[in-house]
């Protein structure tokens, strides 16, 4: 019979220390911080045997509300500056665009979809999808998946 793995959320500061400088380590190699393991352990303060004992068990949780991607999707009249338009509204409210997709117009409309990570905007959903609306050109805009 094969155990089964189980998973456990648990706060950084009720893990040992050790957890929390291979998930840093791990960190800093994925974000060019450190190009080796070896750099890595070392500006995180730990050994390299201790790192591979734990780097395939040791995942940081994100919190929904601190990184969200949502992606939107609208309908769009086919005039010059509607999307434009729209994007300035992602921009101003402090969402940040992953992704863009739009179809060809089709009788004076065009699909939009948009994935933004929203974790720092300036507004509520709903006051954002209302102020969106509001673009001249736009047809219809709300949240497909998120």
Same mark, same amino acid.
Request: aromatic share 10%; no cysteine; proline share 3%.
């Given at each position: 019979? !094969?155990?089964?793995?189980k998973?456990?959320?648990v706060a950084?500061d009720?893990l040992?220390?050790?957890?929390?400088k291979?998930?840093?380590a791990?960190r800093?190699?994925?974000? #060019?911080?450190?190009?080796?393991? #070896?750099?890595?352990?070392r +500006?995180? #303060?730990i !050994?390299r045997?201790?790192?591979?004992k734990? /780097?395939d068990?040791?995942?940081?949780?994100? =919190?929904m509300?601190?990184?969200?991607?949502?992606t939107f999707?609208? +309908?769009? /009249?086919?005039?010059?500056?509607?999307?434009?338009?729209v994007l300035? =509204?992602?921009?101003?409210a402090?969402?940040?665009?992953?992704?863009?997709?739009?179809?060809?117009?089709t009788n #004076?409309c065009?699909?939009?979809?948009? !994935?933004?990570e929203? !974790?720092?905007?300036?507004m509520?959903?709903?006051a954002?999808?209302?102020?969106?609306?509001r673009?001249n050109?736009?047809?219809?805009?709300e949240i497909?998946?998120g």
């Open positions: 019979m !094969s155990r089964e793995i998973y456990y959320i950084a009720a040992p220390e050790i957890f929390v291979v998930a840093e791990k800093m190699m994925q974000t #060019g911080e450190a190009a080796t393991v #070896g750099a890595a352990t +500006m995180a #303060g !050994s045997s201790a790192f591979y734990y /780097k068990s040791v995942q940081p949780f994100n =919190d509300k601190a990184e969200h991607i949502i999707y609208g +309908m769009l /009249k086919d005039a010059p500056g509607v999307l434009s338009s300035s =509204d992602f921009a101003d402090g969402a940040n665009i992953l992704t863009i997709n739009q179809s060809i117009p #004076g065009a699909a939009v979809t948009v !994935s933004a929203t !974790s720092d905007m300036e509520t959903l709903e954002f999808l209302e102020q969106v609306s673009v050109g736009v047809v219809r805009f497909l998946a």
